[in-house]
């Protein structure tokens, strides 16, 4: 187990990561004017932290055990589920929260509710996760 946390491997996906979730605080901090330490955590934005982790580790395991490895196959097999998934399924919960505030807003107009709309509606876009895919590559040719 510790050689697994201490591979560099490993370690590439957890900076590229961070380095993603960084990126969006100072974006925010560009654009705001103002530091939003939530952006730290905050999954939703650009550039995607998933897909930034993600394709890092792909690169780094091809880089160390060869693009012809299983090992790297199976790295980019789920590092293809992780970015569709990551698109797919907070699309699909923008067009919930749509529909959820479509409702609320229906209802306070018979003011039958006292409901406050959702603040804001996370969703990934194609921009925000090949953002994170190319930040995730070249971190990863980086640091090896």
Do not use: W
Not at 49 to 67: E, I, K, Q, Y
């Amino acid at each position: 187990m510790a050689g697994t946390l201490t591979s560099h491997p490993f370690l590439v996906a957890i900076l590229a990561g961070i380095v993603a979730q960084t990126i969006k605080v100072i974006t925010f901090l560009i654009l705001e004017k103002r530091v939003n330490y939530r952006r730290f955590v905050q999954t939703d934005g650009s550039p995607n932290m998933h897909s930034a982790a993600m394709s890092a580790l792909t690169v780094a395991v091809g880089l160390r055990d060869g693009f012809d490895s299983v090992v790297f196959v199976l790295a980019l097999c789920l590092t293809v589920v992780v970015c569709v998934d990551t698109m797919n399924v907070k699309s699909a919960a923008s067009q919930q929260a749509e529909v959820i505030d479509l409702i609320m807003k229906r209802l306070r107009q018979r003011k039958k509710s006292r409901l406050k709309p959702p603040k804001k509606k996370q969703s990934f876009t194609r921009v925000d996760v090949f953002t994170g895919v190319g930040i995730g590559i070249v971190f990863a040719l980086l640091m090896f």
